[in-house]
């Protein structure tokens, strides 16, 4: 068995990755090319990142793919990202299958075109009842955007009287996000050296673990993903209490 992965900690494994897929712009830039081009190349990062942790049994795996605020890029830009999404999931469907893997999404998908919107639903539908792991993809994501959105339909339910506004706590919050289906995140992954948030998962992230590698998304791999998640192992999850308490808890 290879170095790195002997050297995870099997029973101290992230449940919820997410990712900051960041640095594709750059990356193609750096060999004279279109910022589409590394577009294009990051296909090998997301199947290396997935395959990753369905070996390590990491159940939940949440890539950052397009935020509200990049529909303010070129049109050019976010016309091909969206051609390639929707050629992307289709390329990918029979790996998911033999993967069995769980296609999620997450954000304001009815602004997605009509065709993504569709492909996008045929995907989940077809890997819905996939149990090794469950891949999200955030898309037209924002995380300000999803407690907009969470704020009003739990606003509804009031005034229709389904809710007291009393009884409402984390868990119906919780339930009223995009992520609604899934685990808080645990480890946070951002590539390309910008140490931010970018919007991403704010409610969900309050206790993740962060970590930024100046790798740009293209060349992520494998490696990279071990190393993230030696990172996280070598750090002390005290969630508020103390550092003898964790010990305590541990022995
Ligand atoms: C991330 O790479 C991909 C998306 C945001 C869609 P960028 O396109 O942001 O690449 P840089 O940050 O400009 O290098
Ligand atoms: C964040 O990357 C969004 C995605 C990776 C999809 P950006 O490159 O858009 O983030 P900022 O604007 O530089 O923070
Ligand atoms: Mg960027």
Request: no cysteine; glycine share 4%; charged share 30%.
């Amino acid at each position: 068995m290879e170095e790195k992965l002997r050297r995870i900690n099997l029973h101290k494994k992230p449940n919820h990755i997410a990712v900051i897929m960041d640095g594709n712009g750059r990356w193609a830039k750096g060999k004279g090319m279109q910022r589409v081009f590394g577009h294009r190349n990051a296909l090998t990062a997301i199947r290396e990142t997935a395959d990753t942790a369905s070996e390590l049994d990491i159940e939940y795996v949440t890539l950052y793919a397009f935020s509200t605020e990049n529909w303010n890029r070129p049109k050019l830009e976010v016309d091909a990202l969206m051609s390639l999404l929707v050629s992307t999931l289709k390329k990918e469907l029979p790996e998911f299958m033999r993967k069995n893997v769980r296609v999620n999404a997450i954000g304001d998908l009815n602004s997605l075109p009509a065709n993504a919107q569709r492909v996008l639903a045929h995907v989940i539908d077809q890997t819905k009842d996939n149990s090794k792991i469950t891949l999200t993809f955030a898309l037209s994501y924002g995380a300000r955007e999803e407690i907009v959105n969470a704020i009003k339909n739990i606003s509804k339910k009031v005034v229709n009287n389904e809710i007291d506004i009393e009884k409402i706590n984390e868990k119906i919050i919780n339930t009223h996000l995009y992520t609604f289906n899934l685990p808080d995140v645990d480890l946070m992954i951002r590539t390309s050296g910008e140490q931010r948030i970018s919007n991403f998962l704010l409610w969900q992230m309050a206790y993740a673990e962060l970590y930024f590698t100046e790798v740009l998304w293209p060349d992520f791999r494998r490696e990279d993903l071990l190393d993230a998640i030696l990172d996280y192992q070598n750090r002390e999850r005290r969630f508020g209490k103390t550092s003898e308490q964790i010990e305590e808890t541990n022995e």
